[in-house]
């Protein structure tokens, strides 16, 4: 089988929250959203490591936060300027093969399903990449954002949110690598589905649960839509 590795972008500093600790630290049912995801895959139980990008000034409290919950192999590595540049840094940090499989999941996100893990894996391996991804509910069009008005409706059924866990096999790594990177931190992928340009990304469709805490406000609505998974019935 495959090595199954995890990077966790938690390199946030709470700016647009306006909180006094970076939002990776709020807490959701009792712990924080970084808890909440290192948990989730530890359930999982398939990973071989975890590697946690945390902003530099922000290393410590991390390694304070999951004393409790990291493993031999797992760790903590320092991240970049933009969000791309942190997830290099974590899969840099790790030795891999062409054929091993990263989960890259913005630990914003507290509420992915274990079976959307493995359905992920399941579309890496015929895409090499795979996001999960929400239908849209509401209307949607294209916009000139500096002209005031709408150019275009869009089919809501051919549109849908990316979310994250996102998954790539290492092939993929390697050939993105080989075509450089933009030395304009504001032409970065924002994702991997950015990254990967034209090429094909497999989906695994979820619902409302998967929300991204992003703005105040956004935690005690995490809370209120928390997915607690019962264990398997033997």
């Given at each position: 089988?495959?090595?199954?590795?995890?990077?966790?972008?938690?390199?946030?500093?709470?700016?647009?929250?306006?909180?006094?600790?970076?939002?990776?630290?709020?807490?959701?049912?009792?712990?924080?959203?970084?808890?909440?995801?290192?948990?989730?895959?530890?359930?999982?139980?398939?990973?071989?490591?975890?590697?946690?990008?945390?902003?530099?000034?922000?290393?410590?409290?991390?390694?304070?936060?999951?004393?409790?919950?990291?493993?031999?192999?797992?760790?903590?590595?320092?991240?970049?300027?933009?969000?791309?540049?942190?997830?290099?840094?974590?899969?840099?940090?790790?030795?891999?093969?062409?054929?091993?499989?990263?989960?890259?999941?913005?630990?914003?996100?507290?509420?992915?399903?274990?079976?959307?893990?493995?359905?992920?894996?399941?579309?890496?391996?015929?895409?090499?990449?795979?996001?999960?991804?929400?239908?849209?509910?509401?209307?949607?069009?294209?916009?000139?954002?500096?002209?005031?008005?709408?150019?275009?409706?869009?089919?809501?059924?051919?549109?849908?949110?990316?979310?994250?866990?996102?998954?790539?096999?290492?092939?993929?790594?390697?050939?993105?690598l080989l075509e450089g990177l933009s030395s304009?931190?504001?032409?970065?992928?924002?994702?991997?589905?950015?990254?990967?340009?034209?090429?094909?990304?497999?989906?695994?469709?979820?619902?409302?649960?998967?929300?991204?805490?992003?703005?105040?406000?956004?935690?005690?609505?995490?809370?209120?839509?928390?997915w607690e998974e019962l264990p398997p019935v033997?």
């Open positions: 089988m495959n090595n199954l590795y995890v990077v966790l972008l938690a390199g946030g500093t709470g700016t647009r929250m306006g909180t006094e600790v970076p939002k990776q630290f709020l807490k959701v049912r009792g712990e924080s959203l970084l808890r909440h995801s290192v948990k989730r895959f530890r359930k999982f139980g398939l990973t071989k490591s975890i590697t946690i990008v945390s902003h530099p000034d922000w290393i410590l409290e991390t390694e304070k936060e999951l004393d409790d919950l990291l493993e031999a192999n797992d760790r903590i590595v320092p991240g970049g300027e933009s969000r791309h540049l942190s997830t290099l840094c974590g899969l840099e940090s790790i030795s891999y093969d062409t054929k091993d499989i990263f989960f890259i999941h913005d630990v914003a996100r507290p509420n992915f399903k274990q079976k959307e893990l493995y359905q992920l894996v399941e579309q890496t391996r015929i895409f090499g990449t795979a996001t999960i991804v929400g239908k849209s509910t509401e209307s949607l069009v294209r916009v000139r954002i500096h002209q005031n008005y709408t150019e275009e409706p869009l089919k809501r059924d051919e549109v849908y949110a990316v979310k994250t866990p996102q998954t790539i096999a290492g092939f993929m790594i390697k050939e993105l304009d931190i504001r032409q970065h992928p924002t994702d991997l589905c950015t990254w990967m340009g034209k090429r094909k990304v497999g989906i695994v469709e979820t619902d409302h649960h998967n929300i991204k805490v992003t703005s105040p406000g956004d935690a005690e609505l995490a809370d209120s839509l928390f033997e």
